[in-house]
């Protein structure tokens, strides 16, 4: 329904009925693939970042434990979660919001195809596109993830790790 820019607006039922005509059902699981491999790439290095920022500012001594620390680290993680997974966020955008044209098909048959045909036509920094969107969204998310944990970590009463 985002990437609907023409027409007027239809309901979910009419984009899935449309989506089932054009497609067949397999058409309702594009990109089912490329999503789960950005939840993975984003979580593992989400979770991995602030880990080793908050261990590393703390053993260098440039913060102790607190809120400051954790926002520190909170920004790292979404730096680094932004930088690992625009290459993937690209691609699944792509390959998902590509038109089905009837008797053509569409113009990638798999994120690999996608991957090839993006770095032919943009070039390997071209996967990177959007990237400062990304980490204005991914900085603010992770901030909040964290911040929150720490502080409900420390009202539980558990130490820190």
């Known amino acids: ?16 009925m449309a989506i089932v005509r054009a497609e067949g059902w397999q058409g309702l699981y594009r990109g089912v693939g490329p999503t789960t491999q950005r939840a993975i790439i984003i979580t593992a290095s989400q979770l991995a970042s602030y880990d080793h920022a908050k261990q590393s500012l703390i053993r260098s001594g440039v913060f102790e434990e607190g809120i400051l620390l954790h926002f520190a680290c909170s920004i790292v993680s979404g730096l680094v979660c932004a930088t690992t997974t625009a290459p993937i966020d690209l691609l ?39 990237w400062a969107a990304q980490w204005t969204r991914m900085a603010p998310h992770t901030i909040i993830t964290f911040v929150v944990f720490e502080q409900l970590r420390r009202a539980a009463g558990m130490s820190p790790v």
């Open 1 to 16: 329904m985002q990437a609907n820019i023409a027409g007027p607006p239809k309901s979910t039922v009419e984009h899935f």
């Open 92 to 130: 699944k955008s792509r390959y998902m919001n590509q038109k089905f044209i009837a008797g053509k098909g569409v113009a990638y048959s798999s994120t690999l195809d996608c991957l090839r045909k993006t770095i032919r036509t943009d070039g390997v920094p071209g996967l990177w596109k959007g």
